[in-house]
């Protein structure tokens, strides 16, 4: 790495919780601050669905995602950055952070021909052509694009899956991180590696050996949790990884995870970081987080409540007058208002919440936060 990178992406660990492994920390980047633990709203194809960015900074987020593999397809990284980088693109000035798009990529299934190179693919949710990856490719790509956090290319097993093959993921995935991060030049962006291994703890220990042999990485993924099991069988590794094996000084970035009580217990376990599109994707359907529980708007019980979708929440959408009589009118009417106010929302209730669970780790009481949440109405969120 070079040396103006390593000084920009650095990791300050602010406080740590006593009774659990909650770190509150601020990681610093080339479009400012990331303040830990933190939501990351998800903008996969440079947009949060249906939000203008200003609307997005309302809603207080610090950093938010796009996809590397929808982007390339379309317009292209040559286009982006052609027109000023990503940041320039999607009018965003604050992080951004794009992962590999390796997920997407072996989601093909069997359009997907793994080689000794890299990975050949079909995308036939574009114009079927066929694509070739290399891991300096997407390397390549991404330095193109131009976000602050950059992940590289790494395959993700599903759950279930046999053991040889998680461990054949996990061989390519550390092969693959090597050559990422030789290829890897651009001093503006942190490229985190991918810790992989399905929910099989020694090859966690193993991926994660090799990550912090082969380079010195400024944070890391934790890949391949939350790809179909349940996350109590999730956390049974997760915990041990996290607070026992992984570098103290790096952020830790926990990978697709978006429920509100996966977060508080994620960060407990010494997360930092977590993404997910479930807070817009639910709201596309209806569904809003809140201290009362999972809400499904479209039940009856709304159709003449002129209360707030949650009294206790301050996010625009609860402070500005849209009555969950209302809302439940324009997600039955199939209006896309629905789902923005509802996306809106819970991308506000997930970043507020690691505010919260951020000033329970300073003033040193996060285990009792989380006790208080999980006999909460709010920890029923699936």
């Known amino acids: 790495m070079p040396e103006s990178n390593k000084k920009l992406f650095t990791y300050e660990i602010v406080a740590e919780d006593p009774a659990t492994h909650a770190r509150a920390g601020v990681f610093h980047t080339a479009h400012g601050d990331i303040q ?190 939350s790809v179909g099991e349940d996350h109590e069988v999730m956390f049974r590794t997760l915990e041990p990884l996290v607070s026992e094996h992984m570098p103290r000084t790096k952020p830790r970035y926990l990978m697709g995870v978006g429920n509100p009580t996966t977060l508080v217990r994620g960060v407990a376990c010494g997360i930092d970081m977590f993404d997910c599109v479930l807070p817009t994707r639910t709201g596309r359907m209806g569904s809003a987080f809140s201290f009362h529980g999972r809400m499904n708007l479209r039940n009856a019980r709304y159709a003449h409540d002129a209360g707030p979708l949650d009294d206790a929440c301050t996010c625009p959408v609860c402070t500005g007058g849209f009555s969950r009589a209302y809302i439940r009118h324009l997600v039955l009417s199939k209006e896309m208002l629905g789902g923005i106010l509802l996306g809106m929302h819970n991308i506000y209730f997930l970043t507020d919440l690691m505010r919260r669970a951020r000033a329970a780790i300073v003033d040193g009481h996060y285990g009792s936060f989380v006790s208080d949440w999980m006999a909460s109405e709010a920890a029923n969120d699936y």
């Not at 950093?63 to 980088?85: F, Q």
């Not at 299934?109 to 114009?127: H, M, P």
């Not at 976000?147 to 599903?158: K, N, R, S, T």
């Not at 991060?181 to 291994?197: E, K, M, S």
Request: proline residues 6%; glycine residues 10%.
């Open 36 to 225: 830990t633990p933190v939501f990351m709203p998800v903008g996969t194809k440079a947009t949060v669905k249906g939000m203008l960015p200003s609307t997005v900074r309302e809603l207080n987020a610090q950093i938010v995602l796009a996809n590397t593999y929808h982007l390339a397809m379309r317009p292209g990284a040559d286009t982006i950055a052609e027109l000023g980088g990503l940041h320039a693109f999607m009018n965003w000035d604050r992080p951004i952070l794009t992962d590999s798009g390796g997920f997407q990529v072996f989601s093909h299934g069997d359009l997907v021909k793994l080689r000794a190179d890299g990975v050949e693919f079909r995308v036939d949710d574009y114009d079927g052509s066929h694509v070739f990856w290399t891991p300096e490719t997407n390397m390549d790509i991404q330095q193109k694009l131009g976000a602050d956090i950059v992940m590289q290319l790494d395959q993700c097993p599903p759950y279930p899956a046999e053991r040889s093959f998680v461990e054949r993921a996990v061989e390519l995935s550390s092969a693959w991180a090597d050559r990422c991060f030789r290829a890897h030049t651009r001093p503006d962006q942190a490229l985190f590696g991918i810790v992989q291994g399905g929910m099989h703890m020694d090859l966690r220990l193993r991926s994660l050996e090799h990550l912090e042999s082969c380079g010195d990485f400024p944070g890391y993924g934790i890949g391949g949790y």
